[in-house]
C-alpha cells in the first residue's frame, strides 16, 4: 500500500524527551556524526543545549497566551522542523513545548530538518530551509498554520542585518541580544 504525503513527512519525527537525548548522545560521542565532527557546530550544540534548559527553567508564557491555548478543542499536532545546531530553535523551542504542554490535546513532535524525507522542502522561507518552523495540523494532518523560522520582531532585526551584509558573527550577536531582552512568549 502506498503511504500519503502526511505519512511520509511524519516518518523522521522524534518526540520531546527523544530531541533532548539526541543532545547529550552527539555531546557524549567519541565521534560525532556530521556535522557535529565539526568544532564549530559541536560547539553550537553545546551552547544551544545550555540555552534551551535556561529557556525551560526560566521561561514565562503570558497569560493572554495561556487563555488562547486553553480555548483548543480539537485535536492538534505541533511539527517542529529543527536541528540541535540552530540557535534560533534553542531559544523558541522550549516556548513552543511549553504553550503546547498547556493543553492535552496539543501533540508536540520534532522533525528532522536534515533527514529524509525533507518535510523543510514544503516550508521553505525566501527559498531557504531557515528553521525552526512549527507545522500546526489538524487531527486529519491538513496544515492549520505555519510558524517560524523565529518571532517577527527578530526576523526583521534578522532581514535587515542581511540586507546591510553584516556579518555571521554580528548577525548572531545581535539575535541573540534580543532573544536574551525577551523572557516571556
Given amino acids: 500500500m502506498e503511504k500519503t504525503k502526511e505519512q511520509t513527512q511524519t516518518e523522521n519525527t522524534v ?3 527523544t530531541y533532548l537525548h539526541t543532545f547529550d548522545t552527539i555531546l557524549n560521542n567519541e565521534n560525532p556524526p556530521v556535522p557535529y565532527d565539526n ?3 559541536f560547539e553550537y550544540l553545546k551552547l544551544n543545549q545550555s540555552r534551551q534548559k535556561r529557556w ?3 521561561g514565562l508564557i503570558q497569560e493572554e497566551l495561556k487563555k488562547v491555548i486553553a480555548e483548543i478543542k480539537t ?3 505541533w511539527y517542529v522542523i529543527t536541528e540541535p545546531w540552530c540557535g534560533d530553535a534553542a531559544h523558541s523551542i522550549p516556548f513552543l513545548k511549553m504553550i503546547a ?3 492535552p490535546l496539543i501533540n508536540f513532535k520534532i522533525v528532522w530538518r536534515d533527514t529524509p524525507p525533507f518535510v523543510i522542502e514544503d516550508y521553505l522561507t525566501n527559498r531557504g530551509k531557515s528553521v525552526p518552523k512549527l507545522v500546526i495540523r489538524d487531527e486529519n494532518e491538513n496544515d492549520k498554520a505555519v510558524w517560524g523560522p523565529r518571532p517577527a520582531e527578530c526576523q526583521n532585526i534578522y532581514l535587515n542585518l542581511k540586507n546591510q551584509d553584516a556579518s555571521f558573527d ?3 550577536i545581535t539575535l541573540q541580544k ?3 531582552k525577551k523572557k516571556e512568549k
Fill in 39 to 41: 568544532p564549530a557546530y
Fill in 170 to 172: 554580528e548577525m548572531k
Fill in 15 to 17: 518526540d520531546w524527551s
Fill in 101 to 103: 504542554d498547556l493543553n
Fill in 178 to 180: 534580543w532573544y536574551n
Fill in 56 to 58: 525551560l527553567k526560566t
Fill in 75 to 77: 485535536t492538534q499536532t
